[in-house]
């Protein structure tokens, strides 16, 4: 796709603690691409090559962006985004999936629904050997903690994720980075492949041996967020000897240009005119060791560009561009294009969930815990008594510590789903693979199953040591009442992970919460007072305390000292807005996040 920019700006706000000041990051880019060409983005750290990449791209656009960036000679669409792939700097993957089930989970949601699924995994293993990933496809990508496939491997996975949708144009915020050269080189041969292919490759890069230098076709050298050279990277160097910057000893060329670029002109010669600026006692004068400022340099280069170059490419730019009118009308259109259907979008985020998560549902740590407490449990209530007055309010007890525990375990665990998965979800929502509301079910739905086979192994073994009624119907209706309290408390776990989308804050918030709801929950104060009564109805210890209480003890006696309770309706009514209406919440916190 020909991709053309012209006078491309970017401004940030900069807020101080009384004022706020506005600085200008990119001060007018323009240039262009075409397919089949591979542009690298170059300059010294801070000089905005990724700030310039995501402009292109459109990931960052008015009002701070400015100026024109035209595809096909088309603005920006909805539609241009599933035509564009951008890999970016420390891009996410899922630790826990192989690098074959990350290719084909994301072809199932990015290739058209046109394909069938053994088509798209078909593509997914052609991206594999495409890229030379065979031998590492069953190796799991891992992170932090999981040991996985190499740095470059991982690159190349990232690349094949958005290579997968056969891009028109491709975006790669320093794929070579931190890689060795033969690697880097191999990157970039891949890049260069696509590009022949017909694709469109812009790519920043920060410092290439001179051999991946040569790869490249365009060039566009910043430095401090203004154009230093634009044209065919086969050029560079006559262009910077013409305006009399020549390398004193031999070396690579990137290295010069970022010695430029960064003002520092050892070994470097620069035009005399540069000599007569330098101001003797100047500080930065005295940096460069007598001769010209970093300064002056950088003075220097933007203005030989502007009065040399910068017009002619500008008016290339006026030039029309062969374009086939039917990909011109596709581009224009605001509709986006769906890989797979919703249900099918749920399904595969379901499936995509449990695989990445298997670990944990396995996890003997979490048995454990669980299996521990109830045998502690067992022990201390062992064969409780519930025909005297002082046993019934003992085992009463028992039921209330039930609903804490089952009220706090949940939350804890739900409170992480989101902020763990926030950069996960960006990515994937910026590339428009699928519905938020997808997402939202098959996140919340995909913990279930084992949420609901610790508890029924918990019951179990706390029924039967502490001896409470052996009848199957009132075992069935707790362990129904302590679903209903699991699956609420998850809700407010999501709702607060969700808002706060911070750790540290959620689990803070989350603690003083769930406090304040086992304290309200009945069994601690039985009167409280009415101005702070309401919170007990948000509390789900003091419904499935209750519940609890009514299932045990309704049609047998009733302790004394007890609250009442009527049908139980009302309790299940709470529970049950409880577990819709946090999500609810969390639902709506998820899309704000993304407005952000
Ligand atoms: N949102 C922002 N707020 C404030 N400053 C910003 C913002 N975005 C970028 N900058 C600043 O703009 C400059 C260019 O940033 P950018 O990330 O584009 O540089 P870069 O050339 O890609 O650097 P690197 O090679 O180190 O990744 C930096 O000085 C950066 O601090």
Redesign the pocket.
């Known amino acids: 796709m020909h991709t053309q920019f012209k006078e491309v700006t970017?401004k940030?706000v900069?807020k101080g603690l009384t004022t706020a000041e506005e600085?200008e990051?990119l001060h007018g880019i323009t240039g262009s691409v075409s397919p089949g060409e591979v542009l690298a983005l170059m300059?010294?750290?801070?000089?905005?090559?990724?700030?310039?990449?995501?402009v292109l791209g459109g990931r960052l656009r008015q009002p701070k962006a400015g100026g024109s960036v035209t595809y096909n000679e088309q603005q920006y669409s909805k539609f241009l985004k599933s035509r564009i792939g951008f890999v970016t700097?420390d891009d996410v993957l899922y630790p826990h999936l192989t690098v074959r089930e990350t290719l084909t989970y994301a072809a199932y949601l990015r290739l058209p629904k046109t394909l069938t699924k053994q088509q798209k995994e078909q593509r997914a293993m052609d991206v594999i050997c495409e890229l030379g990933l065979e031998r590492c496809q069953d190796t799991m990508i891992g992170g932090s903690f999981v040991r996985g496939v190499s740095g470059g491997e991982r690159k190349r996975v990232c690349i094949g994720n958005e290579i997968l949708i056969n891009p028109s144009l491709l975006f790669l915020?320093?794929p070579t980075s931190g890689l060795d050269s033969t690697t880097a080189l191999r990157i970039i041969q891949v890049l260069q492949d696509i590009a022949e292919d017909g694709k469109t490759v812009v790519t920043?890069i920060?410092q290439p041996s001179s051999r991946l230098f040569h790869k490249f076709d365009k060039l566009i050298l910043?430095g401090k967020?203004s154009l230093l050279y634009f044209g065919k990277a086969s050029q560079v160097m006559n262009y910077f000897s013409t305006i009399g910057c020549t390398p004193l000893i031999s070396m690579n060329p990137a290295e010069f240009l970022l010695d430029l670029a960064n003002g520092n002109i050892n070994d470097v010669t620069v035009p005399s005119e540069l000599d007569d600026k330098v101001q003797i006692g100047d500080p930065e004068t005295e940096k460069n060791h007598g001769k010209p400022s970093a300064a002056v340099i950088h003075d220097y280069l933007v203005e030989s560009y502007e009065s040399r170059v910068a017009e002619k490419e500008k008016r290339k730019l006026g030039v029309p561009i062969p374009i086939n009118e039917e990909m011109k009308l596709k581009l224009t259109s605001a509709k986006r294009e769906w890989g797979a259907s919703w249900w099918q979008q749920y399904s595969i985020l379901f499936k995509r969930g449990i695989k990445e998560r298997r670990h944990e549902y396995f996890s003997w740590l979490r048995i454990t815990q669980v299996l521990a407490t109830a045998v502690v449990l067992g022990c201390l209530w062992w064969q409780s008594d519930s025909k005297t007055e002082k046993g019934l309010e003992d085992q009463a007890g028992l039921l209330f510590f039930i609903s804490v525990f089952w009220g706090f375990f949940p939350v804890f665990t739900a409170i992480f789903a989101f902020p763990q998965e926030r950069a996960m979800l960006l990515k994937e929502r910026a590339a428009d693979m699928y519905r938020l509301s997808a997402y939202f079910l098959a996140r919340t739905t995909s913990d279930l199953p084992l949420d609901l086979v610790l508890p029924v192994l918990f019951l179990l073994v706390v029924y039967f040591m502490a001896g409470l009624r052996l009848d199957a119907g009132i075992f069935f209706l707790t362990v129904l009442t302590v679903f209903l309290c699991i699956v609420a408390a998850q809700g407010l776990g999501l709702a607060i992970g969700a808002s706060l989308m911070d750790i540290k804050k959620a689990t803070t918030l989350g603690s003083v919460t769930v406090m304040t709801f086992m304290l309200a929950g009945g069994y601690f104060v039985k009167k409280v007072p009415v101005f702070i009564s309401w919170i007990r109805y948000l509390s789900f210890n003091y419904h499935t305390y209750r519940l609890l209480l009514k299932v045990h003890y309704e049609n047998h006696v009733r302790p004394r000292n007890l609250m009442k309770f009527d049908s139980g309706l009302m309790e299940v009514g709470a529970l049950v807005a409880m577990v819709f209406g946090y999500r609810l919440l969390a639902y709506i916190a998820l899309r704000r996040m993304r407005l952000k």
Not at 43 to 54: I, V
Request: aromatic share 4%.
């Open positions: 970017y940030v900069l600085k990051i300059g010294p750290s801070g000089s905005g090559k990724t700030t310039l990449l995501n700097q915020d320093e920043t920060h910043l967020g």
